[in-house]
């Protein structure tokens, strides 16, 4: 029998918390050449790199992506200035999001503000021990910690996280 301070009817819970829907947040940190690609765990909890693909095969690879993993939205960094200008890249990036919204209208995208996360992400490499050799030969490595950093801060943002 439930004492009066337990709920008379049972809830979904893991552990201490209320299970949150099972679908993943994914962020793209969107490059000329290539483009880094993080995911969220299925109860929005952690945000994990996933990889870095060349961004003329990006489209195709979210529609597969899409198509084993149920995604709940899409965040894509807002590449700016320090001084809030537009960079170059970001007619780049809006052509790309104008062509999501049109074939996938089901699955939103936002823009966030992406700012140093390349900065962040190299210091972040630096700090983990990651070495020189590594860090030249895998370039996309940057551009998958830029997504994490993107993902985590928009979590952060929205209180999920």
């Known amino acids: 029998m439930p004492s009066s301070a337990e709920p008379s009817t049972p809830r979904a819970t893991l552990g201490y918390w209320?299970?949150?829907?099972?679908s993943r947040i994914?962020?793209?940190?969107?490059?000329?050449?290539?483009?880094?690609?993080?995911?969220?765990?299925?109860l929005q909890i952690i945000a994990s790199g996933l990889e870095t693909v060349p961004t003329a095969t990006l489209f195709d690879y979210l529609?597969?992506?899409?198509?084993?993993e149920t995604v709940?939205?899409?965040?894509?960094?807002r590449p700016t200035q320090p001084n809030g200008?537009?960079?170059?890249?970001?007619?780049?990036?809006?052509?790309?999001?104008?062509?999501?919204?049109?074939?996938?209208?089901?699955?939103?995208i936002d823009y966030y503000d992406e700012r140093f996360t390349s900065v962040i992400a190299h210091q972040a490499m630096l700090a983990g021990g990651t070495r020189?050799?590594?860090?030249?030969?895998?370039?996309?490595?940057?551009?998958?910690?830029?997504a994490t950093i993107i993902l985590n801060d928009y979590l952060k943002s929205k209180g999920i996280f």
Do not use: C, H
């Open 85 to 108: 200008q537009p960079s170059e890249n970001l007619d780049r990036v809006e052509q790309f999001v104008n062509r999501w919204r049109k074939a996938m209208p089901s699955i939103p």
């Open 18 to 22: 209320p299970v949150k829907p099972v």
């Open 72 to 77: 709940e939205r899409i965040v894509i960094g």
């Open 63 to 68: 529609k597969a992506y899409i198509g084993k």
């Open 26 to 42: 994914l962020s793209i940190d969107y490059g000329k050449k290539r483009t880094g690609i993080a995911v969220t765990d299925p």
């Open 132 to 146: 020189k050799k590594v860090r030249r030969d895998n370039k996309g490595l940057v551009d998958e910690i830029s």
